[in-house]
């Protein structure tokens, strides 16, 4: 179950999370849509969800620079480094 709020009434009665899954905010004046509260049941639930999706939009990044880098593509043993320790590695890969 769930409710749309604004910041006032959140204020007022910030017990409302015990009565719904999730309650959405918005500015009464404007009606802009300001976000989103989860009652605790359900936050590790949402949070495990969104770590997910940032992780994997993160990865999508990633594989699009790489994908444009080319021959830069670094070996996952390269991945805890430094930049310092990267340069050594990557200046001994090219005197070979």
């Known amino acids: 179950m769930s ?6 009434d959140l204020v007022r009665d910030s017990n409302v999370l015990s ?8 500015d009464k004046r404007s009606h802009e849509y300001k976000g989103l509260l989860v009652s605790a049941a359900h ?5 495990a969800f969104l770590d997910k999706s940032i992780k994997a939009e993160k990865q999508k990044k990633l594989d699009e620079i790489m994908s444009i880098a080319g021959t830069l593509t670094i070996d996952p043993k390269y991945n805890n480094m430094t930049s310092k320790e990267l340069r050594r590695a990557r200046a001994e890969k090219y005197r070979e």
């Not at 009565?19 to 918005?26: G, N, R």
């Not at 936050?43 to 949070?47: Q, S």
């Open 43 to 47: 936050a590790k639930k949402v949070k």
């Open 19 to 26: 009565h719904h899954d999730y309650v959405d905010i918005e």
């Open 3 to 8: 409710i749309t709020i604004g910041m006032r």
